[in-house]
């Protein structure tokens, strides 16, 4: 029999987990120079529809299906291919989740995940080799790793290596998500190399009042995230819902905080980013610490990724909109930050090293941390070259100064002069697509007529 | 005829448009600039990257005036935008060849 109170709840969390993703291309796309906010945007958009198709196809069925060989290394595509055999409620006596309910929810995890890696590769790369990225990352990168981290063990099922062998915490998803995507995004950034004038040129962000909206959306969506992550309405996700709360407010305030020392001035943009870097450290340990740990974890996750967020600067990578000073590192410490503070008084119930558990946690977080780290760095960047050398992954120095937006999707994000912009338009669609001269000459001719 | 051009910081747009109503100028026009001037720009830091900001914002005034009320334009415009600090901006005057009012077809000093 359906639990209907669970199930109204990990649907309403699914639906809010989605909204994070156009809320991050609102955060992403204000911060870029207006003449790429589209393409940033889009870039959200195409992992949004990519990724809804590719997992109901076989995504789920590699995440969730029975571990081949029993390795726990990822699932057979074909168990549950287009979902079959899922349609039927199959929950037990005692109440449960009906299936299509958690495929649901966790489609949208795989959806954002995606979309993240975009902001390492802001204005210059491809529209079409990001969506052939994007497919290819989640079939052999998402999909797997999503098997490690989620898929627990059942009944005559073998779930992932880390969830039930390493048994490293990972409540929603500090490494499957976090740490796999801000990997993900270095490795992408090193293959497309920075953009023309990186370090040189101003490139600031053309709407900051978009990011404010974009960072706010975040937060509201991950508490579908981190409380839908219990997989039911209890106490589990109550707890995780107080420390997303508390910790993401004490991120922000570590942020702004290291802005005034260090640069004279708090920062709306630095609150914005304040908030992410704290929703994404309590992301795997919002079911595993106290609220008091909530708020060192956050503190200390805003301080540190305001402070990694220089280092492509003195590294020399264009990481453009900080996917790595803000998902990586803040993935890494959340992550290894349960080995030091989790309390068994926590729905988790495990002690970490300050709580008098010894390291026996912490190092199970460690190697957690860094086998996704690497394994996604690797392979991200191999699939990453392999397009760069083939199809081709960047944009041409000239498309790329006249900006992407026109250049690739025909449109520019805003009309701002009130004269002089109207132009004409061609009377049928497919002609305004058309740019040979022969065509433009086509169309002077019917104005004039 | 004489048209008097004045660069002023944006906030003492009123206080200039009122002091030439008080001297009976009947029109003028105004658009919003930018540039540098001995004040330079401005800095402004993201995620703890400076960007310095070359040009600033302004307002350019223009009055068409006649020969005779040149003088008395560009110190009523002077006065109006001072504020003693560097960045006050510039006024000039340059010599018109012809005016004509559309609306008519008036031309020179009836067309002022």
């Not at chain 1, 080799?129 to 981290?149: K, S």
């Not at chain 1, 880390?162 to 929603?172: G, K």
């Not at chain 1, 498309?399 to 992407?404: A, K, L, S, V, Y």
């Not at chain 2, 002091?19 to 993201?46: C, D, K, M, N, P």
Request: glycine fraction near 14%.
């Amino acid at each position: 029999m359906v639990n209907t109170g669970d199930t109204a709840w990990i649907l309403t969390s699914a639906a809010l987990v989605l909204l994070m993703t156009p809320g991050l291309a609102l955060f992403y796309g204000g911060m870029v120079r207006a003449k790429s906010v589209l393409n940033m945007m889009m870039m959200s958009f195409g992992a949004l529809a990519l990724i809804s198709v590719l997992w109901v196809l076989y995504g789920y069925s590699i995440a969730f299906g029975d571990s081949v060989g029993g390795a726990g290394l990822f699932g057979s595509p074909f168990e549950y291919f287009g979902l079959a055999g899922l349609m039927e409620d199959a929950t037990s006596e005692e109440g449960g989740l009906p299936a299509m309910a958690f495929v649901g929810f966790q489609a949208v995890f795989a959806i954002i995940t995606v979309a993240l890696i975009s902001g390492a590769i802001a204005d210059r790369a491809k529209f079409g080799a990001w969506m052939v990225f994007a497919g290819i990352w989640a079939t052999i990168v998402y999909f797997p790793v999503a098997h490690w981290v989620f898929a627990f063990d059942g009944d005559d099922v073998v779930g992932g290596w880390i969830a039930n062998d390493l048994l490293a915490l990972d409540f929603a998803g500090g490494t499957a998500v976090h740490i796999n995507a801000g990997a993900a995004g270095l490795a992408l950034a090193f293959v497309l190399g920075k953009r023309r004038g990186f370090g040189r040129e101003a490139m600031r962000p053309h709407n900051l009042p978009l990011v404010m909206i974009g960072a706010g959306l975040l937060w509201f969506g991950w508490f579908g995230f981190n409380a839908g992550s219990a997989l039911a309405a209890n106490n589990t996700a109550a707890v995780a819902w107080v420390n997303t709360l508390v910790a993401t407010g004490a991120a922000t305030l570590g942020w702004l905080l290291v802005e005034k020392i260090r640069d004279g001035h708090s920062t709306s943009l630095g609150a914005a980013s304040g908030v992410v870097a704290g929703l994404v450290a309590i992301t795997p340990a919002c079911n595993a610490v106290s609220p008091v740990g909530a708020i060192l974890i956050g503190v200390i996750a805003g301080a540190l990724c305001a402070l990694a967020v220089g280092l492509k600067y003195a590294l020399g990578y264009d990481d453009s909109l900080d996917v790595v000073g803000v998902h990586l590192v803040g993935g890494l410490w959340g992550t290894i930050a349960i080995g030091f503070l989790a309390s068994a008084e926590s729905p988790a119930g495990v002690d970490g090293l300050f709580y008098g558990g010894g390291v026996d946690q912490l190092w199970r977080q460690v190697v957690g941390a860094v086998a996704v780290m690497l394994f996604s760095f690797v392979v991200t960047w191999i699939i990453g070259t392999v397009i760069q050398k083939t199809m081709g992954f960047r944009i041409t120095e000239e498309d790329e100064i006249t900006g992407i937006d026109n250049v690739l999707h025909a449109e520019s994000g805003y009309d701002l002069a009130s004269l002089g912009s109207s132009g004409s338009t061609a009377p049928l669609a497919g002609q305004a697509r058309a740019t040979s001269t022969d065509s433009l000459a086509r169309n002077t001719e019917r104005t004039m007529a | 005829m004489k048209l008097v051009t004045a660069i002023v910081k944006p906030f003492k747009l009123d206080d200039v448009k009122n002091a030439l109503e008080l001297i009976g100028i009947a029109g003028l026009t105004v658009s919003e600039v930018q540039g540098f001037g001995r004040q330079r720009g401005h800095t402004e830091v993201y995620r703890g990257a400076e960007y310095q900001v070359d040009f600033v914002p302004k307002v350019r005034i223009e009055v068409v005036v006649s020969e005779l009320d040149a003088a008395r334009v560009v110190d009523a415009v002077v006065e109006a935008a001072s504020t003693g600090q560097i960045g006050d901006g510039k006024v000039w005057v340059t010599t018109i060849d012809e005016i004509v009012r559309v609306r008519t077809g008036e031309r020179g000093e009836d067309a002022v």
